[in-house]
């Protein structure tokens, strides 16, 4: 297969290919330049990288990296034509076509397996609008599976303001896939998709991938009248429960009342508490925005989780605070660091850095600096309520 080439535009230097290991690799986010979106890098030293790379259409899908750091899959492509496109590009501005597939469109960002073999991607398929997943082999660069999500239709739409969990299993042997009005883990080697839960959710694995941690997502738009469960004010977040792989229930570990307590049930409309296990599963990062008095605040807990710890909500390893609205989190290759997207209450969307070693946060770049008002609107829906926004180490 023949490799293409894109530019790449770069502030100050141009990285060198000894800066496309894991350890220098920069931070990626979603921008705006003129009238069109775009993907850029921050340095942790503050070196600015711009990726000349096609967007998927309307709503661009974030570029992931691989483990190791040496390329960035991503989505090209649009909904109204029905084609969709699985890239490879690196910071030299190399492009490589996995595959290509008609009549479909994109409701996830392409994700990596822990070995870097293996990219999984969730599609909407027509004409029989099916939501799957696909799983491309690398090695052979091919499409290899193809994975029927049991949804109902009514359900198949994201539910709204809930962003898709869709995460490999730390051991690489599982993907764990939360959309809409339900969650599944697909088992590639067993070629089968098991129900998690039946309802909206926010979850991750468990680091031995025996499992999954999860948040309900409360349901605000539901009549009292059909005795559904009801968030009052601005909760949003229900009980948070581990759910063992297999036939086992859900186990509670805690319930909503004491998630208000740490600040995550508070949440306004456009943030959402969210958790992230770092690259070795050694540590949880778990945080949320509390707009309740109408003055943003946000709070990160992290726990340490070595040595197969389990994790205990009333003794986080480190807490941090903010005075901005935390959009989503990412932990960096070597797990000392922490990249969030902020947003400010005058509109403001910062990309930043958190020391997790010594609690010191630093800006690293103003996303939509200097745009029209429309075209901050929506670049603010997107961070807000649209797909992930931000990659480090995945």
């Given at each position: 297969m023949g490799c293409a080439t894109t530019s790449l535009s770069t502030q100050n230097r141009i990285p060198v290919a000894t800066e496309q290991g894991k350890a220098a690799q920069p931070i990626l986010y979603l921008d705006v330049e003129g009238d069109k979106f775009v993907f850029r890098g921050v340095y942790v030293d503050g070196t600015r990288v711009t990726l000349r790379i096609a967007t998927y259409e309307p709503l661009p899908m974030m570029p992931m990296w691989s483990p190791d750091g040496k390329w960035f899959t991503y989505i090209t492509g649009d909904r109204t034509s029905g084609r969709v496109n699985l890239e490879l590009g690196d910071l030299r501005g190399g492009i490589k076509t996995i595959f290509t597939l008609e009549n479909a469109s994109v409701f996830t960002q392409p994700i990596w397996s822990p070995d870097g073999r293996k990219i999984a991607v969730g599609l909407f398929e027509q004409p029989n609008s099916v939501l799957s997943v696909i799983v491309a082999d690398l090695e052979d660069e091919k499409m290899r599976s193809r994975y029927e999500l049991p949804l109902k239709v009514e359900d198949r739409s994201p539910a709204p303001q809930v962003r898709p969990s869709f995460r490999w299993s730390p051991d690489g042997q599982k993907i764990l896939i939360a959309v809409g009005a339900g969650a599944f883990v697909i088992d590639p080697l067993k070629?089968?998709?098991?129900?998690?839960?039946?309802?909206?959710?926010?979850?991750?694995?468990?680091?031995?991938?025996?499992?999954?941690?999860?948040?309900?997502?409360?349901?605000?738009?539901a009549p009292k009248d059909k005795g559904v469960v009801m968030a009052q004010d601005q909760d949003n977040l229900g009980n948070f429960y581990f759910k063992p792989l297999g036939p086992s229930k859900p186990i509670k570990l805690m319930d909503k009342e004491q998630i208000k307590t740490l600040r995550l049930a508070n949440l306004g409309a456009l943030f959402y508490g969210n958790m992230t296990l770092s690259p070795t599963g050694s540590k949880l990062a778990l945080w949320g925005s509390d707009d309740a008095s109408k003055k943003i605040s946000s709070v990160i807990y992290v726990y340490d989780l070595t040595g197969g710890q389990k994790l205990a909500f009333d003794k986080p390893f480190k807490t941090f605070t903010t005075d901005e609205g935390i959009v989503t989190v990412e932990w960096g290759p070597d797990e000392t660091s922490l990249a969030a997207v902020t947003m400010t209450n005058d509109a403001i969307i910062r990309i930043k850095l958190l020391?997790?070693?010594?609690?010191?946060?630093?800006?690293?770049?103003?996303?939509?600096?200097?745009?029209?008002?429309?075209?901050?609107?929506?670049?603010?829906?997107?961070?807000?309520?649209?797909?992930k926004v931000l990659s480090w180490t995945q």
């Open positions: 070629r089968v998709v098991d129900t998690l839960v039946n309802a909206p959710i926010l979850a991750e694995w468990v680091p031995d991938s025996a499992g999954v941690y999860f948040f309900e997502v409360l349901d605000r738009s020391d997790v070693r010594t609690g010191t946060w630093k800006t690293m770049a103003r996303v939509a600096d200097g745009v029209s008002a429309d075209g901050m609107q929506v670049i603010m829906m997107i961070y807000s309520v649209g797909p």
